[in-house]
C-alpha cells in the first residue's frame, strides 16, 4: 500500500495513515488524546526545547534509519544543553507513492529509540506532498526536558578538559558509502544513539561546563563554535582523537577530513582538570562511552589548534563550503 | 541573493542565513543563545505541546504567508485546547534557489504575529534540500504553553450549547484563488489570526468544555471528530453560519461545501447553555469574535446533523477523500 494525496486531506484517509502506521508503535498514552495539543506534567522550573528537521538520503542505512536518527538527535541536542530529555513531539512530511512499510519501519524504530530512552512521543502531525517533492519523508522532532545544569561555553576556563565520548567520523562515512556513489565496503555503521543514559549521570560533575554533539560539520566545527562563542581557544592532540582505521582509510581515499566529519551518537566535553578522571571513569563504565578519550585542553588564544601526529600545528577552520560527505 | 546547498551546510555559510534572515528579525534573547536547547522558565505543574508542518503553496496569499500561518496554527492549538501559548520552535526546510528575500518576509511576518500575540521563538533549525524539493519553503513550528483548563470532548454534555467565533471558508477560498486556477476575484482574504487574546480570557468560563480551530477539514470534520471521541451528537442551525456572501458565491461555483473549508482564525467552542451569552459576550468584545454565533446544540444521537434552511436535515460524515480546495 503506497501513501496517496488524500492522506493529508486531514480527512478519513489521515486518520487510516495515523492509526496504521504510527499509532500502531506510538504507543504512549498522551499521544493518543489525539487532541490539537498534549498537556503533560513538568517538574522544575525550567524546560529545555529543541528542534531538528531531517531530511537525509538513503533514508536507511547501515546502523540506523531517518527515524532512528530523529529521535537519537533530538535525546542527544537536549542532554548535551543539561536537560533530562522527557517528551518529543514528531512532524511527517511525506511523499506520496511512500510505501506503507517504509514508513512503518521508520516509525517502529522511533518508537523504539524512545521506549528504549525513556522518551515519550507526545506529539504528532503528518502531512502528505506531491511526488517528487521531499525525499520520501522528512521529519521534526522538537523536543523537552526538564532542565538540570546551566551548560555553556561561557562556563569554560582556560585549562579545562576537552574529552570525545568515542570514534569519530563514523556517522559520516556510513552515510556516504550507503549512497552507493562508491563501490567501498567498510562495514563501518552508523553510531546513531541517544546519548541520555550515558550523559545524564555527568550532570552530578561539579565542573561540567559544556556539552556538544558533534553532528553536522563534526568535532572541527563544534569546536571552532565554542572558542567562538566563549573568547577561548581549544588544543587538541591529533593523536588522541579515536578514529577508526576503516574510517581513516576512506577518508584518505575519498578526500573527507575525519574531523569534519557528522556524528550522531557522540559527545564533546568540557570540564574541569580536577573532575577529568572521574567524568572519563563515568563515561568508560558505560557501553556507548568505553572509547572515551582526553583528546586536548582549553586555552586563552581564541582559536582551534590541531597539534598533528608529528607535532606540526595547523588551525582549525569554519568550513566555507559544504562538510564532504554531505550528509544532509 | 539566493539560497544555495552550502546554506545547509552547518558551516560558514548556515551562519550567514542564519544571521541574515532568521535572527534580523527573530529578536529573541532566548533564541540567541544558539545552544543545541534553549532553556526557558515554565510556572505551573503541566504543559501544553503541540507540532505542525506547514506545506502549502502559494506561500503568499491574501491575508498572510505561511510564516504568518505557522505562527498563529500553533498558537491556536495550543489556546484551544486550554493553554496560554508561551514558545514556539521554527523548523526550516529551505529549496536551493529560494531567494533570501521571500525567506525575509516570511520571518519577519513570524516574528511580527509571535511579537503581537506575546509568544516568544525560543529555538530553531534550517536545513536546505535540492531545488525541486519542497516548494520554496516547509516550517514546522512547536508550541509550548502554560497548561491551565483540561478541555475535552468527553467534557460535553447533552444541552450544551456549540459556538463559532465568525465567518468561516475565508481561508480555504483565499488560497484556492490565490492559485490563479480559476479567474474569480472576490476580495476575500484568509482569516489568518493568533487566537489566543480572544480565547484565553474564556479559560473563566466554568462550563467550558472544549474548543478546537476548524482548519484543515473545516467546521464539520472537526464536529464529527468532536461527536466520535464524545460520543454524543451535534445538531448544527445552517441558517445560523456564518459564511460571507463571497464565499457562498464561490463554493457555489465551484462546487466546494463551505463546511469543509479550511479555517486559520477561527475557532469552535462548546459551552455549557448557562454560559453561552456570557461567553458570546466575552467573544463580540474582541474584533476577532466580533460575527460569533450559537450554531447549533450537543445532542445524544452520536451523529453530526444540519438543519438546513429549508428545515432538511443532512448527517455530516468525513470525507473520503481530499477536501476541496487542497489547501496544504
Chains 1, 2 share one sequence.
Not at 42 to 66: A, C, H, M, Q, W
Not at 217 to 241: H, Q, R, W
Request: glycine share 10%.
Amino acid at each position: 500500500m503506497k501513501v496517496e494525496i488524500g492522506h493529508g486531506s486531514g480527512g478519513k484517509l489521515t486518520k487510516e495513515l495515523i492509526d496504521r502506521v504510527f499509532l500502531k508503535y506510538f504507543d504512549f498514552p498522551e499521544l493518543k488524546s489525539l487532541q490539537d495539543a498534549t498537556v503533560l506534567p513538568v517538574e522544575g522550573e525550567k524546560i529545555g526545547i529543541t528542534t531538528d528537521s531531517y531530511v537525509i538520503r538513503p533514508l536507511f542505512f547501515p546502523g540506523g534509519n531517518i527515524g532512528k536518527l530523529s529521535i537519537c538527535g533530538t535525546i542527544n541536542d537536549l542532554t548535551v544543553s543539561g536537560n533530562v530529555p522527557l517528551y518529543v513531539s514528531v512532524g511527517f512530511i511525506i511523499e506520496e507513492g511512500t510505501d506503507f512499510e517504509i514508513l512503518e519501519k521508520i516509525a517502529e524504530s522511533m518508537a523504539e529509540t524512545a521506549v528504549k530512552s525513556n522518551v515519550k512521543i507526545v506529539a504528532g502531525d503528518t502531512k502528505v506532498v506531491e511526488r517528487g517533492k521531499c525525499d520520501g519523508v522528512y521529519i521534526n522532532t522538537t523536543g523537552v526536558g526538564k532542565n538540570v545544569r546551566n551548560l555553556s561555553p561561557l562556563n569554560a576556563r582556560e585549562g579545562d578538559v576537552v574529552i570525545v565520548t568515542g570514534f569519530i567520523g563514523d556517522h559520516g562515512i556510513a552515510i556516504s558509502l550507503a549512497r552507493e556513489e562508491f563501490d567501498v565496503e567498510t562495514g563501518v555503521l552508523s553510531d546513531c544513539a541517544p546519548l541520555n543514559s550515558l550523559l545524564v549521570p555527568l550532570f552530578e560533575i561539579p565542573t561540567l561546563r559544556w556539552m556538544r554533539d558533534p553532528t553536522r560539520g563534526g568535532l572541527a566545527t563544534v569546536l571552532i563554535e565554542f572558542s567562538e562563542s566563549s573568547g577561548l581557544g581549544v588544543k587538541l592532540y591529533e593523536d588522541k582523537i579515536p578514529v577508526r582505521e576503516e574510517v581513516r582509510f576512506v577518508c584518505d581515499m575519498l578526500g573527507y577530513d575525519p574531523l569534519y566529519l557528522a556524528n550522531e551518537g557522540k559527545a564533546v566535553i568540557v570540564v574541569g582538570r580536577e573532575d577529568a578522571e572521574k567524568t572519563l571513569e563515568i563515561l568508560k563504565s558505560h557501553e556507548l562511552g568505553k572509547n572515551a578519550e582526553i583528546i586536548g585542553e582549553v586555552t586563552g588564544d581564541g582559536s582551534v589548534q590541531l597539534i598533528t601526529s608529528i607535532g606540526g600545528v595547523r588551525r582549525l577552520e569554519l568550513l566555507e563550503e559544504d562538510p564532504l560527505p554531505r550528509i544532509c
